[in-house]
């Protein structure tokens, strides 16, 4: 049983930066992928960004050059660090992770609201 717990979100203005966490119960090395991903209001949940092994990070071009996804495997844990937020990155992020049988894991998600 693998648990994903996210932590990091909050509310800021525009232009401000948070670094969301996602914490694994097991070695990040487990698995073949890590993502994140966010939902906003009334919209599909979106990729944000994955890291793989052997691979540089990946982004959906909304957030390339203001977003970067990190890796501490001692601590078991993937970061998300997010700068130059505008509102239009509020939503609900997620952490993914899954490993090479496709299992798939999600965390339960944290807020992020930037208001203008």
């Known amino acids: 049983q693998v648990q994903l717990v996210e932590s990091g979100g909050g509310l800021v203005q525009a232009g401000g930066s948070l670094r969301l966490s996602c914490a694994a119960s097991?070695?990040?090395?487990?698995?073949?992928?890590m993502a994140w991903y966010r939902q906003a209001p009334g919209k599909q949940r979106e990729l944000v960004g994955y890291?793989?092994?052997?691979?540089?990070?990946n982004y959906a071009d909304s957030v390339k050059g203001r977003f970067t996804i990190s890796g501490d495997n001692a601590k078991n844990t993937v970061y998300l660090q997010m700068n130059n937020l505008k509102p239009e990155d509020t939503a609900v992020y997620y952490c993914?992770?899954?490993?090479?049988?496709?299992?798939?894991?999600w965390g339960q998600g944290t807020q992020v609201t930037v208001s203008s």
């Open positions: 993914n992770a899954r490993n090479v049988r496709r299992n798939e894991y």
């Open positions: 097991a070695s990040i090395f487990a698995f073949n992928r």
């Open positions: 890291i793989t092994s052997g691979d540089s990070p």
